[in-house]
């Protein structure tokens, strides 16, 4: 009897573990153009997007203050003042 449980958990490691190796999406919610609310709603609405996406647990978020940082290293690699070396 032990034997089929150890043989039984056996495989429901073999076959979970592999699962929870899979990489989940990396997502962010840019800020949106508007006219009829202020920029602090639309910081709330974006805030609340992101969070509601994070609680879903199917995509890892990248908050707002790691993509402004995230786009600035970009501009910067593609201005040409960067290189190999």
């Keep these: 009897m032990l034997r089929i449980i150890l043989l039984i958990l056996m495989l429901v490691l ?3 573990v592999p ?6 999406p990396t997502l962010t ?13 639309m ?5 609340f ?4 996406l ?6 890892r978020i990248i908050d707002i203050a790691q993509r402004e940082t995230i ?4 501009k ?3 201005t040409g003042c960067t290189g190999e070396s």
Excluded at 29 to 35: A, E, L
Excluded at 54 to 59: I, N, Q, S, V, Y
Aim: net charge negative; hydrophobic share 45%.
């Design 14 to 16: 073999l076959f979970v």
């Design 43 to 47: 910081n709330s609405i974006v805030s």
């Design 49 to 52: 997007l992101s969070a509601s």
């Design 54 to 59: 994070f609680d879903t647990g199917l995509c």
């Design 76 to 78: 910067f690699s593609n």
């Design 71 to 74: 786009l600035n290293e970009l």
């Design 29 to 41: 919610v840019f800020d949106f153009t508007v006219n009829s609310i202020t920029e602090q709603d």
């Design 19 to 24: 699962l929870s190796a899979v990489e989940q």
